[in-house]
């Protein structure tokens, strides 16, 4: 057994656990839940907006998901304060990768973040004090928003990842990240993140603020009513590159103000990661009916699937917020509105069980800023 000492190692290349990925769609951080791995309605429903150092709801929310780690919300803020990590990150990480400690494996190394190989630890609280050290030590290399990170902490290609499902693990803990209140586009310090959103209770114990300096790359900034409606874009019928197939009836799925600036790139396997303005719309790609993904897919950073015809269905990774009546069994139109993104989502597109390469589509349709 690994002591606590051995908190040091170097983590990036290493095998690491099973990492599974929600199913979830999230309204307002509940609703519409299919957790891989669990229940219906389980541990999922239990996240939920809180202030940055508020202990005491970080602990309820473990309780609630029946995690090892309730009674650990105060290791959680203490951790995270002190290596200027955002707790609320540590808690997103653990949701993404083994379903807050609910998943057995990780259950029997008592470690809830995936800290590899296999590490195991002689109780939780010395796994969250090693995945803050982690995590700081990658600040100190400049890795402080959610891409970067995961490009290490997850790297696609890595040896238990031959099939490129590390590319959504950006996305699908920026989604749990936001659920708790954080902003998933900004770096994750402490200090660089809002200690008191205004999604938390009022009487929520707030972190310190504190300044924050970088040389990270910029990120895109978060979108406000003033920044004007989101277009919609649908495709003209210019020819994909590369004479890559074409999906009729496409419309490109982030619809940002008009000179919101929106990036994407693959994913690794089959997805793109698409990159805007926290909070910008997100849109049905293709008409059809929409689904929950199972677990697999899930674990791929599909959270739902669009279903249409000719057996077409584009996957879209979980997002901050859904419309009303957005749920499993929807009928949507292409351009319909589904919601609101963290900032990144990712998008595949499979006809039948072939994946089809979705890129040349969202270059034939939008080009990247």
Do not use: K
């Not at 009674?71 to 990768?97: C, S, Y």
């Amino acid at each position: 057994m690994p002591s606590p000492g051995a908190a040091n190692v170097p983590l990036v290349d290493a095998p690491r656990i099973a990492r599974i990925a929600s199913g979830a769609l999230i309204l307002g951080g509940v609703a519409l839940v299919m957790a891989s791995g669990g229940s219906a309605g389980g541990w999922v429903n239990t996240l939920h907006c809180t202030a940055q150092a508020d202990a005491q709801s970080l602990d309820a929310q473990l309780a609630a998901a029946g995690s090892p780690m309730a009674g650990d919300g105060a290791t959680f803020v203490r951790e995270g304060l002190a290596h200027d990590i955002d707790p609320r990150l540590l808690v997103a990480i653990a949701a993404q990768e083994t379903m807050l400690e609910t998943y057995g494996p990780a259950q029997a190394i008592r470690n809830a973040f995936g800290l590899g190989p296999g590490i195991e630890f002689p109780d939780e609280s010395d796994a969250i004090a090693m995945a803050a050290r982690t995590l700081a030590g990658y600040a100190r290399d400049g890795l402080v928003t959610l891409p970067l990170i995961g490009a290490r902490w997850a790297p696609v290609g890595a040896s238990n990842d031959p099939n490129g499902l590390n590319g959504g693990w950006p996305a699908g803990v920026g989604t749990f990240f936001a659920t708790l209140g954080g902003d998933p586009t900004r770096p994750v310090q402490a200090s660089a993140q809002d200690p008191a959103p205004v999604c938390a209770p009022a009487a929520a114990t707030a972190a310190p603020a504190g300044a924050y300096v970088t040389g990270a790359p910029p990120v895109i900034p978060a979108v406000t009513p003033t920044d004007g409606p989101g277009v919609v874009v649908v495709w003209g019928g210019a020819p994909p590159a590369d004479g890559a197939p074409a999906l009729p009836g496409f419309t490109f799925p982030v619809a940002a103000p008009r000179g919101s600036p929106v990036r994407y790139r693959p994913a690794g396997g089959e997805g793109v990661m698409i990159t805007s303005g926290t909070g910008v719309v997100v849109v049905a790609p293709i008409a059809g009916t929409l689904a929950i993904a199972d677990r697999a897919d899930g674990a791929a950073g599909i959270g739902f699937w669009v279903r249409g015809a000719s057996g077409n269905r584009v996957g879209l990774s979980p997002l901050a917020a859904y419309d009303d009546g957005i749920r499993e069994g929807t009928r949507v139109l292409a351009g319909q509105s589904l919601g609101r993104s963290t900032g990144t989502i990712t998008v595949s597109w499979r006809r039948g069980a072939a994946p089809v390469p979705i890129h040349p589509m969202l270059a034939a349709t939008r080009p990247s800023d």
